[in-house]
Nanobody, 120 residues
């Protein structure tokens, strides 16, 4: 059974960096051909794909967030991390990590989600 768990601060001040870590168990983040993704859902809105790091370590970003987003991984800990720079209240959302299938058309395993609020 694959499990993903998000961790990180629940409150971030505007202009600061929002940083979250996803710890994976039951699978390796280097397993062919999965994409380890970050997805968020602002209050009252739909899901927004932010980006992913794939099995080879290559990163893929949403064009709308690319300038502020960085995704990295630690294979020794089987974790991948999201950094979103210059946080604004519009970044307030529930953040999910998920395992994406090739082509990112589907996600078969999700974390439970973590609420992040950007506020002073």
């Amino acid at each position: 059974q694959v499990q993903l768990e998000e961790s990180g601060p629940g409150l971030v001040k505007p202009s600061e960096i929002l940083s979250l870590t996803c710890t994976v168990s039951g699978d390796s983040i280097t397993t062919l051909y999965y994409y380890w993704s970050w997805i968020r859902q602002p209050p009252g809105k739909g899901l927004e794909w932010m980006g992913a790091i794939d099995y080879s370590g290559s990163t893929h970003y949403s064009p709308s967030l690319k300038s502020r987003t960085s995704i990295s991984r630690d294979t020794s800990k089987n974790q991948f991390t999201l950094q979103l720079n210059s946080g604004t209240p519009k970044d307030t959302a529930v953040y999910y990590c998920a395992r994406g299938l090739p082509g990112l058309s589907e996600y078969d395993y999700w974390g439970q989600g973590t609420q992040v609020t950007v506020s002073s």
